[in-house]
């Protein structure tokens, strides 16, 4: 299949959208475009919504199924089920994107400041929200090419007690139960979940299976002492053991190996949020704590483990001159300081390498201000500031700006934005030691970016459509590249690259309902991702940037609404990856494109119970995300879900 052959799928899709007319659907408010929620059309920023409905029409067990349709998103998936799978958002670095899970900063600090997209299950997720663009103006470090934001199902006012079994390939099986409800006046709703799967070989050699198993609990309490005042709590905390294949020092390829890593996720939050004068002056003070705690072990047993906290204190305050409507974001004034203190440890065993045994922290205060601005009728305007104070760099300025302007007779939005982002070197970057293999660089500088986009998005009432396409840009400095060689230690190192990354490309998505019971999706992106080459300065591809990715959607009702049919295909276009022979002289190869076909079908057998069924890759594809490491092939399951 060649690359373009998408474009023509896309182009059908849209042009099915010619049948029949669909209502105008309500406004959607979104929580993360702003640091106030706003409606999704005074958005500048390129947003994507997943909502309940979507998961729910997927059947999928895993977040990552459903964010690789986003456009911009690039997935990387290391082996099997549960492996370390990376999420690239418009060519930038996976540690270059914020997780929020309610809100709760969620990237890892021992974990190279990324997320583990592998254990992210989709059981209490009501929906995510996906930024794309330099957000650093709003939300810090960690922003620099986006945000998804997790927000996970809140309490129900009645009592609710929901459940799910499934069963399928590979020795997978998975469960989980939900109770929602009221009482005294306060809400509260606790969510258990579990999966556990043999798994497959992840190796090109051998035949062992890598298992995994993940129990995650999740828990959310909504209090209202007073009319003005509003307590919240949201705790989510996995429990996670997996088995995965390492690269041998003979092939530099991954091998059969007994290699396991269990692992404690745990993101907890408190808010506090006050109304006053009428909801026009709202303030709120939230205390959050991220932990992570990782044993790594193989055949000779312990092999190093890594723990890393995350304090946060959250101040902020808003001010609306105008109130917020379904329509328009009206205009307000927040301000807001937020502090954070990382701590990250690294134990192991000392060797003839050294002594990889550490204790390191940071400290970052950040003030933020962003104003609002409706002037015109259908005119929206963000402006954002953020100065960060960091105890371990300079201090560091960043922006926002963004307008969106609709036009309701003809059925027409403009959207543009412009930001200046920054990612702070990680401890892994910085501190980090694997004997014998690389040593962290204390004097790294922070990432730098500069991006924009433009957009437009064309609604077709009349024919109930919608085709949007955006063009983004970024140039970054001080890329961070992690596998350069040491002279003093004979190992790899960290280093920030002279020149500039380039980023740049375009996004399109169409969307249709030729039929009431019809519903089609498509998107597609292009990117072009470049880097100075570490040796000669001159611009190469960066790795595992696929520069055509896109997705083609269809879900289904019947008249009765009992029967639902989803079915989905994606692309993934070919890209260069790095390989490291016996030689230690790097070589550039190239993963092949392949397609993934999934099928999905629910079957409801009353208003409380629903059967069905999912085929994950559907055709049988042979895949490599990351060099040398297989992906699972076809996967059938079957499952119930209730709800009383």
Avoid at 338 to 343: G, S, T
Wanted: proline letters at 4%; charged letters at 20%.
């Amino acid at each position: 299949m060649r690359t373009v052959s998408l474009v023509p799928c896309l182009l059908a899709a849209f042009v099915l959208a010619t049948a029949s007319a669909a209502d105008r659907p309500p406004e959607t408010i979104v929580v993360t475009a702003s640091r106030i929620p706003v409606p999704l059309s005074a958005v500048g920023s390129s947003i994507s919504v997943i909502d309940r409905e979507q998961i729910e029409r997927r059947e999928s067990a895993f977040a990552i199924d459903l964010l690789r349709n986003v456009p911009g998103v690039a997935i990387s998936q290391s082996g099997s089920i549960g492996s370390q799978t990376q999420l690239r958002m418009r060519g930038a670095e996976a540690n270059q994107v914020l997780v929020l899970i309610d809100g709760i900063e969620a990237n890892d600090p021992a974990g190279n400041a990324e997320f583990a997209f592998e254990n992210l299950g989709t059981w209490d997720i009501d929906r995510i929200e996906v930024v794309r663009g330099a957000q650093s103006g709003l939300w810090g470090s960690d922003a620099l090419a986006g945000v998804i934001n997790v927000i996970t199902r809140q309490p129900d006012e009645a009592l609710s007690v929901s459940g799910f079994g499934e069963g399928g390939s590979f020795g997978t099986w998975s469960a989980g139960t939900r109770i929602s409800g009221a009482l005294l006046g306060t809400r509260a709703g606790l969510s258990v979940s579990s999966i556990d799967s043999d798994g497959t070989n992840s190796s090109r050699s051998g035949g062992e299976d890598d298992g995994y198993e993940n129990r995650t609990a999740s828990l959310a309490v909504l209090a209202a002492p007073t009319d003005k005042l509003d307590l919240a709590f949201n705790g989510r905390y996995s429990d996670i053991h997996k088995e995965f294949d390492s690269v041998s020092w003979l092939t530099g390829l991954p091998a059969d190996t007994r290699d396991e890593t269990d692992m404690s996720l745990g993101y907890f939050g408190a808010t506090a949020t006050l109304s006053l004068l009428e909801d026009r002056w709202i303030q709120s003070l939230r205390a959050a704590w991220t932990r992570s705690d990782t044993d790594n072990s193989n055949e000779l047993g312990a092999n190093g483990e890594t723990d890393a906290d995350r304090f946060g204190f959250y101040w902020q305050s808003t001010y609306h001159f105008t109130p917020v409507s379904d329509r328009s974001a009206g205009n307000s004034l927040t301000l807001a300081v937020d502090h954070e203190r990382e701590d990250f440890s690294q134990r192991g065993a000392p060797g003839p390498w050294g002594d990889p045994n550490q204790d390191e922290s940071d400290r970052n205060t950040a003030v933020v201000a962003e104003g609002l601005f409706s002037p015109l009728s259908r005119v929206s305007i963000s402006l954002s500031a953020r100065h960060d104070d960091n105890s371990s760099f300079d201090n560091i300025n960043t922006y926002r700006a963004t307008t969106a302007w609709t036009d309701e007779t003809t059925g027409t939005r403009l959207h543009a934005a412009l930001g200046r982002g920054q990612k702070a070197p990680t401890f892994i970057e910085r501190y980090g030691y694997f004997p014998g293999q690389f040593t962290g660089n204390p004097d790294l500088k922070p990432e730098r970016s500069t991006a924009w986009e433009l957009g437009i998005d064309q609604a077709f009432a009349g024919i109930g459509a919608r085709l949007g396409l955006t063009y983004f840009h970024a140039d970054m400095q001080n890329e961070i590249y992690g596998y350069a060689f040491d002279e003093e230690t004979f190992q790899t190192t960290a280093v920030n690259l002279p020149g500039t990354s380039k980023r740049r490309g375009v996004e399109v998505t169409a969307m249709a309902q030729p039929l009431p019971s019809l519903k089609l999706s498509a998107t597609y992106t292009y990117t072009d991702a470049t880097e100075p080459d570490a040796e000669t300065g001159e611009d190469v591809r960066e790795i595992r940037r696929p520069r055509h990715t896109g997705s083609l959607g269809a879900d289904w009702s019947s008249r009765d609404g009992r029967l639902e049919l989803n079915a989905n295909l994606s692309y993934t276009g070919t890209r260069n990856d790095d390989y490291w022979p016996p030689s230690f002289i790097k070589e550039t190869v190239e993963l092949g494109a392949y397609k993934l076909a999934s099928l999905a079908a629910t079957w409801r057998l009353n208003d409380a119970t629903r059967i069905y069924t999912r085929i994950d890759n559907l055709f049988g594809t042979s895949y490599e995300d990351v060099y040398g490491y297989n992906t699972p092939g076809v996967g059938a399951y079957a499952g119930l879900r209730f709800e009383f």
